[in-house]
């Protein structure tokens, strides 16, 4: 009958010594991790469990409450291991009259108790020889054979040396009890008759004369015992007893051997299988104590720190790491969890460059009853490689979305501002048209009025006349402005440059407002430069962006104040413009912005009117002749106005 055992172990190398021994008497053994136990089910079938030091006592006490305590056997700790020896006390109070096999009990001890453990109940059956028995005296025979099989003995009788042989066919004959005169033979003779037939059969022999016994003959033809006639009945059943005990012990040897040598033989392919791969395996493998010293790593191990398996075995793993690793290994090591393994981030230092980043996974193993440590280690250089990466990555999106933030936000703004600009523009369109507009439709119905009532006085009329000129003149200029301007925006204004005398298009600019300077009593100081400058332009266009700039600086200004206009060359072949005022000067944050469409200075777009377009149209007739027009404050506390043109423009 196959006893089924369970061994609950925690990675213990006495588990596996009681699993070789259990094997070999012929038990059919299960190993398993107690993390495991939840996927082994119908524990109660187990004719027996071994539980290992290590084992929790919770994780103990469930497994005991589903199986007989009676049937329990625990294998303890080393002695000198105190920490260990206390946990397993714990363990040992739970089935205190259990069998305890400590790692120093020799083989044949652990044999001796297992076998106790697994002691046959009373409802087992005996194992019986089956006995040959010869006789040629029938009185003889049938006495010897009533003794035999009232011991429940299957006996099987014949009275000569042809009659054995033909009786013993269909039967496996373990005993032979013959005696030794027959009278076709001698006892001897049915033996080695019989011997060739069942090898495993053994011989007893009897006679009333022993000096007709040849017993070197005997003994070399393997006969057991030779019994003096007449024949005790009970010296009889111990002989045959004695004789079947030792043919059962020598066929238990003989299984036991072969069951050993198969044992042996599996051990030593899986040991081999298991070092091949061990030695092999990409994955350098360490086993290592709790103090950090190398017992024993594969070759992947020596690649991996650059030293042989024999110099690594003089460092410790604590060493051949960075200080940080060091210290987290041992940080883990001491607060280990009910699994007993866990894994962590390393690195390795070496001498030129930055070291390579390992994942270590660690497990705590019992190594001859010490508590010692196995890792795997993986180079993790590629996965950080990837990380890196990614991190850039992230980074650069990061930037990326940033700068993508900025620009939307920035054009938010600038809509804003055009949104805000279109705005006010509108408003004072509406109010610059409006003011024209209305004074043309009152002045013609003061004319129409009067006409009406017969008063034609010529100098009312005049002056209504010339009023709506003015007006109708204004709302012409605004106009004009704006048609100016979108022509400029679809690229459909005229732009036909021709070499002209800068100096006389200065001169006719400052006659245009002379008129407006006259009446706020405004100086325009202009001194001609004492050679003419030659330039390639729109004479009407540098014309009305000198007008817009004099007339801007002329509303802006304080009456009976002064407007310099200055024109000179530069190294960079260009003609230099400049009209400085000592007006109400524009805001510094606001400089580059006056130059835009519908935008006018803080200081300037409440009370002194305007639709924010002059200056826009400046910027473009100087786009136009390819130079540049930009606005300052000067130290009068006025705005100087610098345009630079190219004296040759090239289309």
Same mark, same amino acid.
């Given at each position: 009958?196959?006893?089924?055992?369970?061994?609950?172990?925690?990675?213990?190398?006495?588990?596996?010594?009681?699993?070789?021994?259990?094997?070999?008497?012929?038990?059919?053994?299960?190993?398993?991790?107690? #993390?495991?136990?939840?996927?082994?089910?119908?524990?109660?079938?187990?004719?027996?469990?071994?539980?290992?030091?290590?084992?929790?006592?919770?994780?103990?006490?469930?497994?005991?409450?589903?199986?007989?305590?009676? !049937?329990?056997? %625990?294998?303890?700790?080393?002695?000198?291991?105190?920490?260990?020896?206390?946990?397993?006390?714990? /363990?040992?109070?739970?089935?205190?009259?259990?069998?305890?096999?400590?790692?120093?009990?020799?083989?044949?001890?652990?044999?001796?108790?297992?076998?106790?453990?697994?002691?046959?109940?009373?409802?087992?059956?005996?194992?019986?020889?089956?006995?040959? /028995?010869?006789?040629?005296?029938?009185?003889?025979?049938?006495?010897?054979?009533n003794s035999l099989l009232g011991a429940h003995i299957k006996t099987i009788t014949a009275n000569s040396i042809s009659a054995a042989i033909s009786q013993a066919q269909g039967h496996d004959i373990d005993l032979l009890l013959s005696d030794f005169s027959l009278p076709d033979g001698s006892g001897i003779d049915v033996f080695v008759t019989l011997k060739a037939?069942?090898?495993?059969?053994?011989?007893?022999?009897?006679?009333?004369?022993?000096?007709?016994?040849?017993?070197?003959?005997?003994?070399?033809?393997?006969?057991?015992?030779?019994?003096?006639?007449?024949?005790?009945?009970?010296?009889?059943?111990?002989?045959?007893?004695? %004789?079947?005990?030792?043919?059962?012990?020598?066929?238990?040897?003989? +299984?036991?051997?072969?069951?050993?040598?198969?044992?042996?033989?599996?051990?030593?392919?899986?040991?081999?299988?298991?070092?091949?791969?061990?030695? !092999?395996?990409?994955?350098?493998?360490?086993?290592?104590?709790?103090?950090? +010293?190398?017992?024993?790593?594969?070759?992947?191990?020596?690649?991996?720190?650059?030293?042989?398996?024999?110099?690594?075995?003089?460092?410790?793993?604590?060493?051949?790491?960075?200080?940080?690793?060091?210290?987290?290994?041992?940080?883990?090591?001491?607060?280990?969890?009910?699994?007993?393994?866990?894994?962590?981030?390393?690195?390795?230092?070496?001498?030129?460059?930055?070291?390579?980043?390992?994942?270590?996974?660690?497990?705590?193993?019992?190594?001859?009853?010490?508590?010692?440590?196995?890792?795997?280690?993986?180079?993790?250089?590629?996965?950080?490689?990837?990380?890196?990466?990614?991190?850039?990555?992230?980074?650069?999106?990061?930037?990326?979305?940033?700068?993508?933030?900025?620009?939307?936000?920035?054009?938010?703004?600038?809509?804003?501002?055009?949104?805000?600009?279109?705005?006010?523009? /509108?408003?004072?369109?509406?109010?610059?048209?409006?003011?024209?507009?209305?004074?043309?439709?009152?002045?013609?119905?003061?004319?129409?009025?009067?006409?009406?009532?017969?008063?034609?006085?010529?100098?009312? /009329?005049?002056?209504?006349?010339?009023?709506?000129?003015? #007006?109708?003149?204004?709302?012409?200029?605004?106009?004009?402005?704006?048609?100016?301007?979108?022509?400029?925006?679809?690229?459909?204004?005229?732009?036909?440059?021709?070499?002209?005398?800068?100096?006389?298009?200065?001169?006719?600019?400052?006659?245009?407002?002379?008129?407006?300077?006259?009446?706020?009593?405004?100086?325009?100081?202009?001194?001609?430069?004492?050679?003419?400058?030659?330039?390639?332009?729109? +004479?009407?266009?540098?014309?009305?962006?000198?007008?817009?700039?004099?007339?801007?600086?002329?509303?802006? #200004?304080?009456?009976?104040?002064?407007?310099?206009?200055?024109?000179?060359?530069?190294?960079?072949?260009?003609?230099?413009?400049?009209?400085?005022? #000592?007006?109400?000067?524009?805001?510094?944050?606001?400089?580059?912005?006056?130059?835009?469409?519908?935008?006018?200075?803080?200081?300037?777009?409440?009370?002194?009117?305007?639709?924010? %377009?002059?200056?826009?149209?400046?910027?473009?007739?100087?786009?136009?002749?390819?130079?540049?027009?930009?606005?300052?404050?000067?130290?009068?506390?006025?705005?100087?106005?610098?345009?630079?043109?190219?004296? +040759?423009?090239?289309?």
């Amino acid at each position: 009958m196959v006893r089924k055992i369970l061994i609950v172990d925690s990675s213990s190398v006495l588990a596996m010594r009681i699993k070789v021994l259990l094997e070999l008497i012929g038990c059919e053994v299960e190993l398993i991790h107690f #993390s495991m136990l939840k996927e082994c089910p119908a524990l109660s079938s187990y004719d027996l469990v071994a539980i290992a030091h290590g084992v929790p006592v919770a994780t103990a006490s469930l497994l005991i409450a589903e199986i007989k305590v009676e !049937h329990v056997v %625990l294998l303890a700790p080393k002695v000198e291991n105190n920490e260990q020896l206390s946990l397993f006390s714990e /363990l040992n109070r739970l089935v205190p009259n259990a069998i305890v096999i400590y790692p120093f009990f020799s083989n044949k001890e652990i044999s001796s108790l297992l076998e106790q453990a697994l002691e046959l109940g009373t409802d087992t059956t005996l194992q019986l020889p089956t006995v040959l /028995l010869v006789d040629h005296i029938p009185e003889r025979l049938e006495k010897v054979a009533n003794s035999l099989l009232g011991a429940h003995i299957k006996t099987i009788t014949a009275n000569s040396i042809s009659a054995a042989i033909s009786q013993a066919q269909g039967h496996d004959i373990d005993l032979l009890l013959s005696d030794f005169s027959l009278p076709d033979g001698s006892g001897i003779d049915v033996f080695v008759t019989l011997k060739a037939h069942y090898p495993q059969c053994r011989c007893l022999l009897f006679t009333s004369k022993p000096n007709q016994v040849s017993m070197i003959e005997a003994i070399r033809q393997d006969v057991e015992d030779v019994l003096i006639k007449p024949i005790n009945e009970n010296m009889l059943l111990q002989s045959v007893h004695k %004789l079947w005990q030792t043919e059962l012990l020598k066929r238990h040897n003989i +299984e036991l051997v072969e069951r050993l040598q198969d044992t042996v033989d599996a051990l030593i392919e899986k040991d081999s299988l298991l070092r091949v791969i061990y030695k !092999h395996t990409p994955d350098p493998i360490m086993l290592f104590a709790r103090n950090g +010293e190398v017992i024993e790593a594969n070759d992947a191990c020596s690649k991996l720190f650059r030293l042989s398996a024999k110099e690594l075995q003089s460092c410790s793993v604590f060493t051949l790491l960075d200080e940080t690793s060091a210290e987290k290994i041992k940080d883990k090591v001491v607060t280990l969890n009910q699994n007993r393994q866990f894994s962590c981030d390393v690195h390795l230092p070496l001498e030129a460059g930055e070291g390579i980043p390992l994942v270590g996974s660690f497990n705590e193993i019992d190594h001859h009853g010490e508590i010692a440590l196995a890792v795997i280690f993986k180079n993790v250089t590629h996965l950080k490689h990837k990380e890196d990466l990614l991190l850039e990555a992230k980074d650069m999106l990061e930037e990326q979305v940033r700068a993508r933030t900025s620009q939307l936000e920035h054009a938010k703004n600038v809509a804003e501002a055009a949104n805000h600009s279109k705005s006010e523009f /509108l408003a004072n369109m509406s109010h610059e048209l409006r003011t024209p507009m209305h004074s043309i439709l009152s002045f013609a119905r003061f004319g129409l009025d009067k006409l009406s009532k017969g008063d034609i006085a010529v100098e009312k /009329l005049q002056k209504y006349l010339s009023r709506i000129e003015c #007006s109708g003149e204004r709302l012409l200029s605004l106009l004009n402005n704006l048609l100016d301007l979108s022509k400029l925006d679809v690229g459909k204004f005229p732009f036909n440059p021709r070499p002209h005398n800068l100096t006389n298009i200065v001169k006719t600019s400052i006659d245009d407002v002379s008129g407006t300077a006259m009446e706020k009593e405004i100086d325009i100081q202009f001194v001609p430069p004492s050679s003419p400058v030659m330039i390639d332009c729109d +004479e009407e266009q540098i014309n009305q962006l000198l007008r817009n700039i004099l007339g801007n600086a002329l509303k802006f #200004s304080e009456p009976r104040s002064c407007v310099e206009v200055v024109l000179t060359t530069n190294q960079q072949a260009q003609a230099v413009i400049e009209v400085i005022d #000592s007006g109400i000067g524009i805001p510094d944050d606001e400089l580059e912005h006056v130059f835009s469409k519908f935008v006018q200075s803080s200081k300037t777009n409440s009370g002194a009117g305007g639709t924010g %377009l002059g200056l826009a149209l400046c910027r473009e007739f100087v786009s136009l002749h390819k130079g540049a027009i930009s606005a300052h404050n000067n130290s009068s506390g006025g705005t100087t106005i610098n345009i630079n043109l190219p004296l +040759e423009v090239k289309l």
